[in-house]
């Protein structure tokens, strides 16, 4: 099983459509014709409906980064080959704008990706005062690495709840659901690495 990367939209609320969604249909669209699939076989592979499998290679639909897992699995690649510009496919660094919260100081940036003994992903990421981003449980034995750049991260894993403060990291499994808040009265900026 693939990184779930949570139940946020990519990139949700930006007035123009974003470079990421572009890079994003290209790819499903590119990626989907070069495993011989059509849009209904690989929609149905990927637990999504044709409608969205239509939206998402037309650039029309913020697709959430769940389902963009879903469809990555599907196709046999990693999810930085959906978000990654298509002319750099296969590069290690990737530095795409992924996910934007209701203040568009709050962000996640995929900053480069390599293998491991399935994957790694380096994010970098900011939370305007009192955002939260939840995710979805991982499978087991994946990890995520935080270190605060900025600021105090607030990191809740079920009745665990972790102030991580600026210059200070904290690893912790992430097969359960967590969330990333930021308590305080300025902008948090922190960096994550997934790891399996």
Do not use: C
Request: charged share 20%; no cysteine; aromatic share 6%.
């Amino acid at each position: 099983m693939r990184k779930t990367h949570g139940m946020s939209n990519i990139v949700p609320n930006t007035n123009a459509r974003p470079d990421v969604l572009e890079h994003v249909s290209a790819n499903v669209k590119r990626l989907r014709r070069a495993a011989g699939l059509s849009q209904e076989a690989l929609a149905q592979a990927a637990s999504v409906s044709r409608r969205m499998l239509v939206a998402i290679e037309g650039g029309e639909v913020n697709v959430s980064l769940t389902t963009l897992d879903r469809i990555a699995e599907a196709l046999g690649v990693l999810f930085p080959d959906l978000v990654q510009a298509p002319s750099q496919a296969g590069a290690s660094h990737i530095d795409a704008l992924a996910w934007v919260g209701r203040d568009p100081s709050s962000r996640a940036t995929l900053l480069a990706s390599t293998a491991a003994r399935r994957q790694v992903e380096l994010w970098e990421w900011s939370l305007a005062p009192g955002e939260t981003y939840t995710s979805e449980p991982d499978a087991s034995g994946w990890h995520e690495m935080v270190y605060v750049v900025e600021g105090r991260l607030r990191l809740t894993l079920g009745a665990l709840t972790r102030d991580i403060d600026a210059g200070d990291h904290w690893v912790f499994p992430s097969d359960q659901y967590y969330t990333y808040l930021n308590p305080g009265d300025r902008l948090l900026r922190f960096v994550r690495n997934v790891v399996s």
